[in-house]
């Protein structure tokens, strides 16, 4: 079956600092992959995404490459802000399970807390 | 700014209260999903929606039941829950929901956090 697995947290870093957020995943076919944020109290928010090999995906200073040859993910950015406090989810669907978009899998989600 | 509204945000009940969950989205989509968000475990899919019809369940306990009355309302109603069932209950819509698409994106509510006593 599919998994992700994602680097347990806590993760503190002061702000300014580089980020990385390592993602890996299992799947049966060619997956689509994503990055999901949620900020205290609220619920989860598209962050960034990738559909095949070698894409990458960016957004808010968050990138993310797609490697098919490691199957990771892994999130980055360059200098981080109080405000990327978030706990920030990997996911992905795959066509090929036969559940469709409708599943997305996710990993159990990594905490990210910048101080100042 | 989301387009999935979710309440009531929070929930405090008893074993044996009857009680629901209201999700509306307001962004035109055809999918609607439940999941259920616990402390240091992965989202927990519970159920999916398209176009109304019910398409994928979980093996989620019937004391959990979904209703989805139209394309922009979804409910999950709840009967005699067990403490274990405490968590942030999200919901999400999709644009299509269609099998063998890839790379659709979900949009979340902001959840209902759920207590049971």
């Known amino acids: 079956g599919n998994s992700v697995t994602q680097m347990e947290g806590p993760v503190t870093l002061s702000e300014e600092a580089f980020l990385t957020i390592n993602c890996t995943y299992t799947?049966?076919?060619?997956?689509?992959l994503f990055w999901y944020v949620q900020y205290p109290g609220e619920g989860l928010q598209l962050l960034l995404k990738?559909?095949?090999?070698?894409d990458k995906g960016s957004n808010k200073g968050f990138e993310a490459t797609y490697r098919k040859e490691t199957t990771s993910f892994h999130l980055e950015k360059g200098s981080v802000q109080v405000s990327d406090s978030a706990v920030y989810f990997c996911?992905?669907?795959?066509?090929?399970?036969?559940?469709?978009?409708?599943?997305?899998?996710f990993g159990k989600g990594t905490k990210l807390s910048v101080i100042p | 700014e989301t387009g999935v509204t979710q309440t009531p945000r929070h929930l405090v009940m008893g074993m044996t209260n009857k009680k629901s969950l209201k999700c509306e989205q307001h962004?035109?989509?055809?999918?609607m999903y439940w999941y259920k968000q616990s402390a240091k475990k992965p989202l927990e899919l519970m159920f999916v929606?398209?176009?109304?019809?019910?398409?994928e369940n979980n093996s989620v306990p019937s004391r959990f039941s979904p209703e989805c009355p139209n394309s922009s309302h979804l409910f999950l109603h709840l009967h005699t829950l067990q403490p274990e069932d405490s968590a942030l209950y999200l919901c999400?819509?999709?644009?299509?929901?269609?099998?063998?698409?890839?790379?659709?994106?979900?949009?979340f509510g902001p959840g209902t956090r759920l207590l049971v006593l």
């Open positions: 990738a559909t095949k090999a070698d």
């Open positions: 962004l035109g989509h055809n999918a």
């Open positions: 929606y398209s176009l109304e019809e019910r398409v």
């Open positions: 996911a992905l669907s795959d066509p090929d399970s036969g559940a469709g978009s409708y599943q997305l899998t």
């Open positions: 799947a049966t076919g060619y997956p689509s």
């Open positions: 999400a819509s999709s644009q299509d929901g269609k099998p063998y698409s890839t790379g659709e994106t979900q949009y």
